[in-house]
Structure formats: C-alpha cells, structure tokens
C-alpha cells in the first residue's frame, strides 16, 4: 500500500523543523498568518501589528476601547491560540 504523499511531506517538513530547531519559530509565525482565523474579522480588522519577541505575543490595535477588552480577555487569548498551535509556545499577550 503506498503512503499518502501529503502525510509524507508533512512528517518530512515536521523532521527538518525539529531537526533544525525551528518548530518554535514556525509556529510563531503560523500564529501571525493565521490571526484572522484565530481572532475574527472583527478584532483582526483593528489589528495593525502582530509580532513575537521571545514567547511574548504583541498586538498593536487601533481602537482604544478594544485594547482595554482584550487586555481583560488575555488568557481566553492565549487559550485560542493554543487550540491553533499548542501549549507552551506563548507565555503573554500584551497589546499596544
């Protein structure tokens, strides 16, 4: 029976970031990519920033009011992301 080619592939790029040490990296910046799946239109739409320095998450916002939410709903933040990517890779948020 042959193997699935994409199951493949994906083993193979799992290895090669593993391998290298860049997992942590790549799921930074999957994180980024992703923020409008993982946070919505809406608050994706007032997003003008996001960025990683360590395993701090920065989001710069454009709307005041939005920021003291979010500010307020930090571990429900860290919780999705963690659904997306996994634990452990986002130790805060912090909004500009």
């Given at each position: 029976m042959k193997e699935d080619p994409i199951k493949s592939f994906?083993?193979?790029f799992?290895?090669?970031?593993?391998?290298?040490?860049l997992e942590h990296t790549f799921k930074q910046k999957q994180v980024i990519?992703?923020?409008e799946q993982i946070m919505g239109k809406t608050i994706a739409?007032?997003?003008t920033k996001v960025f990683?320095?360590?395993?701090?998450?920065f989001v710069k916002l454009s709307s005041a009011p939005l920021k003291n939410e979010m500010q307020n709903s930090k571990a429900q933040i860290i919780h999705l992301i963690e659904k997306e990517i996994g634990k452990g890779e986002v130790d805060?948020?912090?909004f500009l």
């Amino acid at each position: 029976m042959k193997e699935d080619p994409i199951k493949s592939f994906r083993n193979a790029f799992q290895g090669f970031l593993k391998e290298e040490n860049l997992e942590h990296t790549f799921k930074q910046k999957q994180v980024i990519a992703d923020w409008e799946q993982i946070m919505g239109k809406t608050i994706a739409s007032r997003t003008t920033k996001v960025f990683f320095n360590k395993k701090t998450l920065f989001v710069k916002l454009s709307s005041a009011p939005l920021k003291n939410e979010m500010q307020n709903s930090k571990a429900q933040i860290i919780h999705l992301i963690e659904k997306e990517i996994g634990k452990g890779e986002v130790d805060d948020v912090r909004f500009l």
